[in-house]
């Protein structure tokens, strides 16, 4: 079984940048589309960001977030990235890291989950 461990999450004034981090173990971590989820307080947990296994050649993104947040992903390190700019109040939420071997850009369920890192974003 895969385990995936975030770091990289803080306290950011309204502006401000934060890149994320998801270290997986497992020999092949790289064949796993990965992605982010997010949820705020009293909210729904809800879908950020996703990229396609290996290469990474497909990734996708939530609407409040295209243009402003990146997802990349190492093989090598067996790493993914969140790379967030132009952070809003409104971005404050714990983020989780997920991994599943499809890629899927609606309703996606992945089958593996970190236990999340908190960004707070100050106004």
């Known amino acids: 079984q895969g385990h995936l461990i975030e770091s990289g999450g803080g306290l950011v004034q309204a502006g401000g940048s934060l890149r994320l981090s998801c270290a997986a173990s497992g020999r092949t971590a790289s064949s796993y589309a990965m992605g982010w989820l997010r949820q705020a307080p009293g909210k729904e947990r809800e879908f950020v960001a996703i990229?396609?296994?290996?290469?990474?050649?497909?990734?996708y993104y939530a609407g409040s977030v295209k243009g402003r947040f990146t997802i990349s992903r190492d093989n090598a390190k067996n790493t993914v990235y969140l790379q967030m700019n132009s952070l809003k109040p409104e971005d404050t939420a714990v983020y989780y890291c997920a991994a599943d071997t499809a890629y899927r850009t609606t309703n996606w369920s992945p089958r593996y989950w970190g236990q999340g890192t908190q960004v707070t974003v100050s106004s």
């Open positions: 990229i396609s296994s290996w290469g990474g050649s497909s990734a």
